[in-house]
């Protein structure tokens, strides 16, 4: 299949009939910015993070369901997360909450 390309001689005329995916893109929560530690984190790791930065008290099991993760996975990341600094547990694991070390 064959497409003759031509470029349009105004750019904004271009771009009026289509939006860019950038340009409707938004974070999910701006208010809530990531540690700095945070800069090579995946996004399970970051979906984790928002999850513990609104609600601190959340199991495991209630980070899994929020995020549609499994509870090994959410395992496996807040136990990386803890190896490098960037997530703590207080006060024991029945009790407890997490704590983003900023």
């Known amino acids: 299949m064959h497409l003759d390309w031509k470029p349009e001689a105004d750019p904004q005329s271009a771009k009026s009939g289509f939006q860019s995916a950038n340009e409707s893109v938004q974070s999910a929560n701006p208010a809530l910015p990531l540690p700095p530690k945070c800069k090579n984190c995946t996004l399970e ?4 993070l928002r999850v ?36 703590v547990r207080k006060n024991g694991k029945r009790n407890g909450y997490w704590e983003i070390v900023e």
């Open 52 to 87: 513990i930065r609104q609600e601190p008290a959340a199991t495991q099991k209630h980070i899994a369901t929020e995020i549609g993760k499994s509870e090994r996975t959410v395992k496996s990341i807040t136990a990386r997360l803890t190896e490098q600094g960037i997530l």
């Open 45 to 48: 790791e970051i979906a984790v």
